[in-house]
């Protein structure tokens, strides 16, 4: 492959460009079906606001939309700016489609399938905090309507991240380039090929530059909208609604912070060690039975990961000694170039898969998911 952009070419996509189609999904006119957000038959994974349910938001990477349809075609209504999604229709290939115009209100997913039974899943590849996109539903051929949704694996995996877990810069091998949309996508990343090789469903919040304490080139004493200030929400950036932990149990919690708290210096290895404590308490208070992960990524070296790793090392040690052994360490390998770099000097798709490929091992043996 090439040193530059990995292009992802769609199937049985047509970017539908609709003018004059009012901002509210009620009022968009389309030929045949059109089934609401609300509809009873459709699966969703992550974290959204229903304050609307017919214009549900979300803003974190790997949300997913899952449905089961009768008919021959299948299109996606979401509010314009919403951005990036993967989607796959049956078994076919997974594809990529976009919101990225002031008029982009519907696309179709599929055309020309046979009339009977299908099923699609839908999953949000990039960060949305800019953008708050919305789903506003699908529009189905004439008479035909949706199916009981599609088989939820019982297995569940929650991934807490910065952009690793994001999947900045996935879709470029050239690392001199910047940050774009275009480039990211979560579907690729260690964290959603983990869940899917372990048939598993996953829930992910993570935001590129985040960290445990620091943000990337944060001051020294921390930022106040680090991992642990604002895991309660439901969308980033929007600290008045409140994520209902009931609403979602992992069997699993995969941490995998600290890299931007100790990229660039000043850092302080000690708030970074009582930010990893504390975090540790926040998520036992929320899930007392779900076993926890602390884990190191690709992208830090020497003294940087040394310190990272000393502060998981400690929380582990400190849970077990109160009795909590449910909480764990594992080190992915570190990038050497050998596998080529993303954007920004980041996993590329082969480090991702790499890096997939132990956890998925680790997990496996871990949960005794066989």
Known sequence: MNRQKIHLLPLLVLLALM??????????????????????????????????????????????????????????????????????????KPFKVGFNAPKDSVVTLATALRNENHEVRIMYAIEGYQRIPEFRGFGLDAGCKLLPPPYLPERKIEFIGDSMTCGYGVETMDEKEGFSDETENHYYTYAALTARALNAQHVVVARSGIGIYRNYNGPKTGNADCMPRVYDRTLFGVDTLKWDFSRYTPDVVCVNLGTNDVSTDPYDKTMLENAYRDFYYTLRAKYPDSKIVFLSGCMLVGRRLEHVQFAMDGVVRQARLKG???????????????????????????????????????????????
């Open 19 to 92: 003018s004059g189609i009012s901002a509210k999904a009620q009022r968009i006119q389309l030929e045949g079906t059109v089934v609401k957000p609300s509809d009873e038959h459709i699966q969703y994974i992550g974290r959204f606001s229903f304050k609307n349910p017919d214009s549900p938001a979300f803003t974190y990477p790997g949300v997913q939309i899952n449905a089961r349809f009768e008919g021959t075609s299948l299109k996606m209504l979401a509010k314009p700016m919403s951005g990036y999604f993967m989607a796959q229709i049956d078994n076919g």
């Open 324 to 370: 909590d052994n449910k909480v764990y360490r594992f080190d992915m390998s570190n990038q050497t170039g050998d596998l080529g770099y993303g954007a920004s000097w980041h996993p590329s798709l082969y480090q991702q898969e790499k890096m997939a490929g132990e956890l998925t091992a680790y997990l496996r043996g871990l949960m005794k998911w066989y």
